[in-house]
């Protein structure tokens, strides 16, 4: 079966780090991918991993480990704008190649 | 470089009425995706395209659901007859295809529709 778990929500203070962890079990693993989603808006990608380790993008970070089936997403020096909805989606093996998404973390940051 | 595109942006309609969906996606995409996210869930496909042909529509409830992508560009997604609970954001995506790089897709604004 397919199966992806996100914490529901988190909070934060502005200007601190925050980590919002994932952890899946699918059929198949192609990579994985993390969205941001402001309310009322469309997801915009964030970041992708597909083999082992971190890779770092400005005030993002995201972390894979494969055999754990396990991957979080690391917020640095928060900011205000950063309080949205953050979506793990795997990504399936196979012919489609299609994504698989959490029901995703709304992360408030406060003052 | 223009984004996904999609119209209407929000649509209200009565149970039984049906309803269509338009999305235009990026220029030279091949693979074009919609989903169908409920308030406080991630997307669910519905259905996904490689240029004009169909490569998965598992999810689609295609008693009511139908979809097609004429020319490889543009696509249309339409319910007849809307039940209550087809209420969310339909939203479009495309990539450049499933086999290049990451696949990474671009999603458009979306429509939010409200059956009543």
């Known amino acids: 079966g397919q199966n992806i778990d996100q914490p529901t929500e988190m909070t934060a203070t502005e200007g601190a780090i925050v980590q919002i962890n994932c952890t899946y079990q699918?059929?198949?693993?192609?990579?994985l991918f993390w969205y941001q989603q402001h309310a009322g808006e469309a997801p915009t990608f964030l970041s992708y991993?597909?083999?082992?380790g971190l890779e770092e993008k400005g005030r993002f970070s995201s972390f894979l480990s494969r055999s754990k089936g396990y991957s979080y997403l690391l917020l640095k020096e928060l900011q205000m704008k950063d309080s949205a909805s953050y979506l793990c989606?795997?990504?399936?093996?196979?012919?489609?190649?299609?994504?698989?998404f959490g029901q995703g973390t709304t992360l408030q940051v406060k003052p | 470089e223009a984004g996904v595109a999609q119209s209407p942006r929000y649509k209200i309609i009565e149970k039984r009425q049906s309803v269509a969906f338009w999305c235009n996606p990026i220029?030279?995409?091949?693979?074009l995706y919609w989903y169908q996210q409920i308030l406080g869930q991630g997307p669910k496909l519905l259905i996904q395209?490689?240029?004009?042909?169909?490569?998965?529509d598992s999810q689609l409830p295609k008693d009511r659901f139908s979809a097609e992508r004429l020319k490889g560009v543009d696509s249309t997604l339409k319910i007849q007859p809307a039940k209550l609970e087809d209420s969310a954001v339909y939203l479009c995506?495309?990539?450049?295809?499933?086999?290049?790089?990451?696949?990474?897709?671009?999603f458009g604004p979306g429509t939010r529709l409200t059956v009543l």
């Open positions: 220029s030279g995409h091949a693979t």
């Open positions: 395209f490689q240029n004009n042909g169909v490569v998965d």
């Open positions: 995506a495309s990539s450049l295809g499933r086999d290049s790089g990451s696949g990474t897709q671009y």
């Open positions: 989606a795997v990504r399936d093996w196979g012919n489609t190649g299609k994504l698989i």
């Open positions: 699918t059929s198949g693993f192609n990579g």
């Open positions: 991993n597909v083999l082992d």
